[in-house]
């Protein structure tokens, strides 16, 4: 007597990293660089570019990350690792509006002791505008200032001990960005974007300058 034949069951997919999972630092910047690759290969424009990478760093899940790159081609075919920590202060991604510092003509400063918002936009044409983020309070993890120089300047200056990141481009002028990378991993993180065009944007650490007790102050700022 024959045995019944039982169809044969399809082998169950590989597991992938679920897309509600939070995005880490290492998912962010392996993202950047695909994008930055992709730019230099002639895949994007700088426009492009600068848009993704703003939606990089404002990501909160792997899910929101994955779209970005899904029309590029990816080194070695790699994933995205599938779990990273929450941070424990302050939401990830700017919310509320933005603050603007426009400089025409003239000079436009913010410096001191003040509280850092989620993202800024700053616009000097024949104008100068300076952001010292040294002695700041940073309310959230993530600050984007969006910085635009036509025949003037802009200049932020963080704290040694956060994250500097950006991306733009010097028409005829100057975009300088100087990457830092914090041992901590829940410091700010502090993203410039935008251009220049006959101007200079500079972003950089001020020598000496820490945040002291990040963790104690935040929570403290925050009510924890």
């Known amino acids: 007597m024959d045995l019944e034949k039982h169809p044969q069951q399809p082998a169950a997919p590989a597991q992938t990293a679920p897309a509600g999972i939070r995005a ?3 998912d962010r910047d392996r993202i950047a660089d695909i994008l930055r690759d992709a730019m230099a290969e002639g895949r994007l424009t700088a426009e492009e570019h600068a848009e993704r990478v703003d939606a990089v760093y404002r990501a909160k899940t792997v899910g ?5 790159v899904r029309d590029l081609p990816t080194p070695g075919g790699s994933t995205l690792p599938s779990s990273a920590a929450p941070y424990t ?3 990830e991604a700017p919310t509320g509006p933005a603050d603007n510092m426009v400089a025409i003509f003239s000079s436009s400063t913010r410096k001191g002791r003040w509280r850092v918002g989620g ?3 700053a616009f000097s044409l024949f104008g100068s505008v300076e952001i010292d983020l040294t002695e700041a309070l940073f309310g959230q993890r993530l600050t984007v200032i969006n910085a635009t120089s036509i025949f003037g300047s802009v200049e932020i200056k963080v704290p040694e001990n956060i994250s500097l990141r950006g991306s733009g481009t ?3 002028g100057n975009f300088e960005v100087v990457t830092l990378e914090s041992a901590d991993p829940e410091a700010p993180v502090v993203v410039v974007n ?3 065009v006959f101007g200079n944007v500079e972003a950089k650490p001020k020598r000496g300058k820490l945040i002291a007790d990040l963790h104690s102050r935040l929570r403290k700022h925050l009510g924890r």
């Open 64 to 68: 929101e990350l994955e779209p970005l």
């Open 24 to 26: 880490s630092d290492a």
């Open 170 to 172: 010097g028409v005829f």
């Open 89 to 91: 202060y302050g939401p």
């Open 119 to 121: 993202r800024t936009n």
């Open 194 to 196: 935008g251009y220049s």
